[in-house]
């Protein structure tokens, strides 16, 4: 489970030598939430909203300034761009077997645990193994990138806009192979996106952020039946109908 | 029916890979034509077709594409660059990386009128306060820098500069695929409401049915090469005829939506 209570993170944007400093930048500004093990948080926000920071800080690339961050388990990430987010230079084994490779595990473990979890994404090992990352699809390199989060068996995954650069017909299938695997490994996420459809697909509870704060925390059902804040029915009112 | 522009049995390949396999369709002035399908279905070669811009390795190409009673491979580069961006302008998807982050961006919408139009600098900074006007910027932005402004505010600029010379058909490559929803409802309202005033023919290329909704008055699937469906927006919509289609309609998350799987 995860438990965030009262966090901030604030950026202070350095200027030139004969400038003054600016005014700092409220990312996160007192943030809680709690996330059940084995269940979906949904965290919606456009873009600069802070959602990134808070991802940054579950996984622990930051610290916050105050507030408390509990995470029962491992955590991983995954992250949106999964052309930038994988070594071009590398092979498939090797960027998945990488995280267990630097954890100090003997070679035919890792070979053994790359192979498990290119069968988890449902991507054939003996064939993609010693390719390389720009011999894949937008859809397969994200499934390649969630491999690698899962080959430590984490508890806790923190997936960033994981589907926001894909196709909507490859979004769908990488969104069941998610809900799969949570359901197979008993895995917790947070679910960052800007998409409301695909929140309200994923969670069991959702949070709306905006410039640093959670303006709105409830259920799907809720957030798209009876949203409370002005802001959640302005992003509900910006989704294409169907 | 008047036809602004007519592609007639379109085929494209790149050594023995069929690319765009026999397309066909017309744009008409005041209506927007939407393109649809995956990555790697041709729309975007079609599209380059269109501005004879293919690729080299495009090697084969059979066809024609006609435009005001010329086929648009049978012109000279010397006619092909005075329709190209003049009469038939392209809006790119990457706002990040079609923008030249060392120019103001003011200078690069100038610059497109200057491409194919003789005009005093007053006309064209008159041209230029008007463009900002219409694509809802504040003069002030013409001033900064690529990098100094949002992903929505980009693509803005870009919609200036194909709209800069008022071309008879635009193109638009997947202009709001990397926005987030929430802006790309800004700018798709935005393109409508310019197209609705200005009435010229559009080719709207895009993945996602929901967009097509907005915008679109025709719809052309793709797959493949092929064109699998074609027909009025609300017809494709409300009864596809053809199983890819109805897939690339449900694979979209609906809020409210009660299924627990997505068809993919």
Same mark, same amino acid.
């Not at chain 1, 030139?16 to 930048?25: A, H, L, N, Q, R």
């Not at chain 1, 988890?120 to 969630?146: M, N, T, W």
């Not at chain 1, 894909?166 to 799969?180: M, R, T």
């Not at chain 2, 092929?226 to 919509?237: A, H, M, N, T």
């Given at each position: 489970?995860?438990? +965030?209570?009262?966090?901030?993170?604030?950026?202070?944007?350095?200027?030139?030598?004969?400038?003054?400093?600016?005014?700092? *930048?409220?990312?996160?500004?007192?943030?809680? @939430?709690? *996330?059940?093990?084995?269940?979906?948080?949904?965290?919606?926000?456009?873009?600069?909203?802070?959602?990134?920071?808070?991802?940054?800080?579950?996984?622990?690339?930051?610290?916050?300034?105050?507030?408390?961050?509990?995470?029962?388990?491992?955590?991983?990430? *995954?992250?949106?761009?999964?052309?930038?987010?994988?070594?071009?230079?590398?092979?498939?084994?090797?960027?998945?077997?990488?995280?267990?490779?630097?954890?100090?595990?003997?070679?035919?473990?890792? =070979?053994?645990?790359?192979?498990?979890?290119?069968?988890?994404?449902?991507?054939?090992?003996?064939?993609?193994?010693?390719?390389?990352?720009?011999?894949?699809?937008?859809?397969?390199?994200?499934?390649?990138?969630?491999?690698?989060?899962?080959?430590? =068996?984490? %508890?806790?995954?923190?997936?960033?806009?994981?589907?926001?650069?894909?196709?909507?017909?490859?979004?769908?299938?990488?969104?069941?192979? +998610?809900?799969?695997?949570?359901?197979?490994?008993?895995?917790?996420?947070? @679910?960052?996106? %800007?998409? +409301?459809?695909?929140?309200?697909?994923?969670?069991?509870?959702?949070?709306?952020?905006?410039?640093?704060?959670?303006?709105?925390?409830?259920?799907?059902?809720?957030?798209?039946?009876?949203?409370?804040?002005?802001?959640?029915?302005?992003?509900?009112?910006?989704?294409?109908?169907? | 029916?008047?036809?602004?522009?007519?592609?007639?049995?379109?085929?494209?390949?790149?050594?023995?890979?069929?690319?765009?396999?026999?397309?066909?369709?017309?744009?008409? #002035?005041?209506?927007?034509? /939407?393109?649809?399908?995956?990555?790697?279905?041709?729309?975007?070669?079609?599209?380059?077709?269109?501005?004879?811009?293919?690729?080299?390795?495009?090697? !084969?190409?059979?066809?024609?594409?006609?435009?005001?009673?010329?086929?648009?491979?049978?012109?000279?580069?010397?006619?092909?660059?005075? &329709?190209?961006?003049?009469?038939?302008?392209?809006?790119?998807?990457?706002?990040?990386?079609?923008?030249? #982050?060392?120019?103001?961006?003011?200078?690069?919408?100038?610059?497109?009128?200057?491409? !194919?139009?003789?005009?005093? !600098?007053?006309?064209?900074?008159?041209?230029?306060?008007?463009?900002?006007?219409?694509?809802?910027?504040?003069?002030?932005?013409?001033?900064?820098?690529?990098?100094?402004?949002?992903?929505?505010?980009?693509?803005?600029?870009?919609? /200036?500069?194909?709209?800069?010379?008022? #071309?008879?058909?635009?193109?638009?490559?997947?202009?709001?695929?990397?926005?987030?929803?929430?802006?790309?409802? !800004?700018?798709?309202?935005?393109?409508?409401?310019?197209?609705?005033?200005?009435?010229?023919?559009?080719?709207?290329?895009?993945?996602?049915?929901?967009?097509?909704?907005?915008?679109?008055?025709?719809?052309?699937?793709?797959?493949?090469?092929?064109?699998?469906?074609?027909?009025?927006?609300?017809?494709?919509?409300?009864?596809?005829?053809?199983?890819?289609?109805?897939?690339? &309609?449900?694979?979209?998350? $609906?809020?409210?939506?009660? $299924?627990?799987?997505?068809?993919?």
């Amino acid at each position: 489970m995860i438990e +965030l209570k009262n966090v901030k993170k604030y950026f202070h944007p350095r200027r030139g030598i004969f400038s003054s400093d600016g005014d700092s *930048v409220k990312a996160v500004d007192g943030v809680s @939430f709690t *996330v059940p093990r084995g269940k979906t948080f949904g965290l919606v926000g456009e873009s600069g909203c802070g959602k990134s920071t808070i991802a940054k800080l579950i996984v622990g690339i930051l610290e916050p300034d105050s507030g408390e961050i509990k995470c029962q388990g491992n955590t991983d990430i *995954v992250f949106q761009d999964p052309f930038s987010s994988l070594n071009p230079r590398m092979t498939i084994g090797d960027i998945v077997g990488e995280p267990l490779f630097i954890s100090g595990q003997k070679r035919n473990e890792i =070979k053994a645990g790359v192979k498990r979890m290119l069968s988890v994404v449902k991507l054939r090992s003996a064939e993609c193994i010693d390719k390389y990352p720009h011999q894949f699809s937008g859809g397969e390199r994200q499934r390649i990138a969630i491999a690698r989060s899962l080959v430590r =068996k984490p %508890h806790i995954l923190v997936l960033d806009e994981p589907v926001s650069s894909l196709d909507v017909s490859i979004q769908a299938g990488i969104l069941n192979l +998610l809900k799969d695997i949570q359901e197979e490994m008993y895995l917790t996420y947070v @679910f960052i996106t %800007h998409d +409301l459809r695909v929140a309200e697909f994923m969670s069991d509870a959702m949070g709306v952020m905006k410039e640093g704060t959670l303006v709105e925390v409830a259920s799907p059902r809720e957030i798209y039946s009876s949203p409370k804040d002005g802001y959640t029915r302005q992003l509900l009112d910006s989704i294409p109908k169907l | 029916m008047n036809k602004i522009l007519e592609v007639k049995n379109l085929t494209v390949m790149f050594g023995e890979t069929y690319v765009v396999d026999n397309v066909s369709f017309d744009l008409e #002035p005041g209506k927007v034509l /939407a393109l649809v399908g995956e990555s790697g279905s041709g729309k975007t070669m079609t599209a380059l077709a269109m501005l004879d811009l293919l690729p080299r390795s495009a090697d !084969h190409k059979k066809g024609e594409i006609w435009f005001n009673e010329q086929n648009i491979f049978d012109l000279d580069p010397e006619c092909m660059r005075k &329709i190209r961006g003049n009469k038939i302008a392209m809006m790119f998807q990457e706002p990040f990386t079609a923008l030249n #982050p060392v120019m103001r961006v003011g200078k690069q919408i100038t610059e497109a009128i200057d491409a !194919h139009q003789r005009r005093s !600098h007053d006309e064209k900074e008159g041209r230029l306060n008007e463009l900002m006007e219409r694509v809802k910027l504040p003069r002030a932005i013409a001033m900064s820098y690529p990098h100094e402004l949002s992903g929505g505010m980009r693509q803005r600029i870009m919609l /200036a500069m194909a709209l800069s010379c008022s #071309p008879d058909i635009l193109i638009l490559d997947e202009p709001t695929t990397a926005l987030d929803v929430s802006i790309q409802k !800004h700018v798709l309202d935005l393109i409508k409401q310019i197209q609705e005033t200005e009435q010229f023919a559009m080719l709207f290329i895009t993945h996602d049915f929901s967009v097509v909704n907005m915008i679109a008055d025709d719809v052309c699937v793709m797959k493949e090469g092929f064109v699998v469906e074609k027909g009025p927006k609300d017809e494709v919509l409300k009864t596809p005829k053809v199983q890819y289609t109805k897939h690339l &309609i449900s694979c979209i998350p $609906r809020l409210g939506d009660k $299924r627990g799987r997505l068809p993919g």
